[in-house]
């Protein structure tokens, strides 16, 4: 027996959430029943629908997308943007980012069906290391960067400490190249941070989350993630809790 709204994420219909507001909305019936209530339990056979449709149990896939520029990770973009999806044509199972990058952000994006990995590796909970490069508009001294590691308020809220190194001062443009590592992932946090000191971000890219990087890939491809690969990101996480 599980939960109806694990068990609708399970089958890589929607998130978990989602799939709470389905069922509070009506929307979700088991064995014909509309069901209204969170906790309902569910058993293995039971017929489940969402809107009258049967939702159908997918395999669990999990892909390591190298996120060119000038695409949205959001499914329903209200400005009709490219979206990340659109480079997984060839995949039938209904996958969605785990995590967000910006529009204007590169690199490492994991893509799956699979809402229980997708909530253990976004939970903030679990403070997986995330690794960004990112270029900015002027020479920032080291002052700023030890406040920065520390953690700053961004909305009233505490950053998390973090690490930073320099990789780059541009005396000539006026820009520093640095590498952040991250161990949560508030809503545009690197460009927020970076704001918030006076030096707007002018590129950011992400290399690595957990212990998967882009080695291999080039901008708009993606691979397969490798079952060992599903298993250390788990483990990493499992290991935080
Ligand atoms: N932080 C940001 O500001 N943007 C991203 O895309 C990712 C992290």
Do not use: W
């Not at 060839?90 to 990058?101: F, M, N, S, T």
């Amino acid at each position: 027996m599980e939960r109806l709204q694990k068990a609708i994420a399970a089958s890589g219909y929607t998130s978990r959430r989602k799939a709470e507001d389905l069922i509070i909305q009506g929307k979700v019936a088991v064995n014909g029943e509309i069901v209204t209530e969170l906790g309902t339990k569910v058993k293995k056979g039971d017929f489940i629908t969402v809107d009258g449709k049967p939702i159908v149990t997918e395999n669990k896939v999990y892909y390591l997308f190298y996120k060119p520029k000038g695409c949205v990770c959001t499914l329903d973009d209200e400005f009709d943007r490219p979206k990340v999806t659109d480079y997984f044509t060839d995949v039938k199972e209904r996958i969605y980012p785990v995590g967000r990058l910006d529009y204007d952000t590169t690199g490492l994006l994991i893509m799956s069906n699979d809402g229980e990995f997708a909530n253990m590796i976004m939970h903030p909970r679990y403070h997986l290391e995330k690794i960004y490069e990112v270029s900015i508009n002027g020479l920032i001294n080291g002052a700023t960067l030890h406040k920065l590691e520390k953690g700053i308020y961004l909305e009233g809220v505490k950053t998390l400490p973090c690490k930073i190194k320099v990789i780059n001062k541009d005396t000539e443009h006026k820009t520093t190249v640095l590498q952040i590592k991250l161990y949560e992932g508030k809503n545009r946090q690197v460009k927020k941070m970076f704001e918030s000191v006076g030096h707007p971000v002018k590129r950011l890219h992400r290399l690595s989350v957990g212990c998967v990087n882009l080695k291999g890939l080039t901008p708009g491809t993606y691979r397969i993630l490798k079952p060992q690969e599903v298993k250390d990101l788990k483990k990493l996480v499992n290991g935080k809790k």
